[in-house]
Structure formats: C-alpha cells, structure tokens
C-alpha cells in the first residue's frame, strides 16, 4: 500500500496459490530487522498498542504471536509479567534472543490450543495477527480463555479500509470486494529473504460480530497519529499529514 492514503509495506508483488510452511521462518532476520524502527511498526503499531495497554505495571500479559519480541520487550521495560507464543521457530529463537533464556516463550499457533491454564492473564496483546486467519472464531476463543473475567484484549489489525483501496487500486476490486471475507497472497522479500505470506481481508462489520461471538465486549476503535516522533524521523513520508490509513486497533473487553 504507497498511496497518501495507505500504508508502507516491505517490498512485495501478488502471487497466487498459498504458502507452504510458516513464510516467517523464512525471513525472520530479514523482518526483523525491518521491523525494529520503520515508520509503520516502530512508530505507530507499537506506539499504538502501548498507549492503548497504559499502565501495565504487575499486570500478567500473554504476546499472542510474539514474532521476536519487540511489544513484549517494551512492556516488560513498564513493568508487566510477560509470557508470549509465535507459530514460527526462527521467530521464537530470535525473541529468546532479545529477551534471555529465561523468558517464558512458547512455539504455538493461534487458532489451535494454547498452553495456558484458563484465566491466567489479565490482558492479551495480538498485534498484526488475526489477519493470517481465515475464521477468527477458535483463536478468539482460546485468547478469551485464557483472559481472566473482565481482562483486555488488545488487537491491531490490517486495516479494512486501506485494504480495500490497495485492491481498488491495483484493478483487483471485483475480485476483492470490501464487504466480502477474502484472501490474498503476497511475495514478502527482504534482502534475498522472500517467500508467500497468505492473508485475508474482512469488513469491518465482520470483525466486530467476531468478537461479540467470541464473549468480547468493544469499549475502544482507534485509527490513532503515529508517535510524534515519527515526524523527525520520516519527515518526508509524514510531512503532509497527521494520519493515514494503516491498521486499526481494537480494545476489548472480556465479558
């Protein structure tokens, strides 16, 4: 997505047919080091999400899809006890890494059964996630589980709205309509790191009837600025807006 209107992606052209094992071990180093200080992960993902968690000091938070660690990190920095799982091994090892050996990571797929007795967290954080699954019902399922009674679930998601544009813009719209569930598949390459990274679009109205079936109540939508450093650092990408569409947060409540 290049547009004024949305988001800077790595360097990727659409495919067909879906990818073959976790495309992540594949590139893990490659994302990663994409991923520590861009403008859409580093300046405005996290900071997003840590606005939205606030103080998290003593409060036993679970990194649903951890990647190598960076949320996890700056949380653990303000205080919270952390546990995290990722589908991929290259991803995990790399966390471990960051974080030490005594972190409490685990090798887990959301979606499938997690290992965490129930009501363990107070929140859950999935950042950059939901948006890998075709059916959001056993993954949300498992993360209100786990959440103890009236815990947070923190989510940042694709966009729908700059999904669609990207589709509208490429001539792909009939094929990817706004209102329909859809997948599509990207080649992701960083340095001669490249493989398929498979990924579906829901309207907003999907999402939000998703979590209410899961035992989620809504309490906060936020498609907020990025960090105001984020100005300095990539004045000529932000200098003619406060915002753009990228992703879209969500704080959820478990009833």
């Not at 997948?183 to 209410?212: C, I, K």
């Not at 600025?225 to 406060?242: L, T």
Request: glycine share 8%; proline share 6%; with cysteine.
């Amino acid at each position: 997505m290049t547009s004024d209107e949305q988001q800077v992606n790595a360097p990727s052209v659409m495919t067909t047919g879906s990818p073959r094992g976790n495309p992540y071990d594949v590139f893990a180093e490659g994302y990663t080091t994409e991923n520590e200080a861009n403008l859409v992960n580093g300046y405005y993902q996290r900071p997003a999400m840590l606005a939205l968690a606030g103080d998290v000091s003593g409060r036993r938070i679970l990194d649903a899809g951890c990647g190598s660690g960076p949320l996890f990190a700056a949380l653990r920095d303000r205080g919270a006890v952390m546990s995290g799982f990722d589908a991929s091994a290259g991803m995990v090892q790399l966390a471990r890494r960051r974080l030490g050996d005594d972190a409490d990571l685990r090798l887990a797929e959301l979606g499938g059964p997690l290992p965490y007795a129930d009501d363990t967290f107070d929140d859950v954080v999935a950042a950059l996630v939901l948006h890998y699954l075709e059916d959001w019902g056993p993954a949300l399922a498992e993360l209100r589980r786990v959440l103890k009674p009236g815990g947070r679930l923190i989510v940042a998601v694709e966009h729908p709205f700059a999904v669609h544009l990207m589709h509208r813009e490429a001539g792909r719209e009939a094929e990817y309509g706004y209102f329909a569930t859809t997948n599509w598949v990207e080649e992701w390459a960083f340095g001669d790191q490249r493989a398929p990274v498979s990924m579906w679009h829901r309207p907003l109205h999907a999402m939000s009837d998703a979590f209410t079936a899961a035992g989620f109540r809504i309490t906060t939508i936020s498609e907020p600025e990025p960090d105001p450093a984020a100005r300095e650092a990539f004045p000529d990408d932000i200098a003619a807006r406060s915002r753009f569409l990228c992703f879209l947060f969500f704080v959820l409540q478990a009833d």
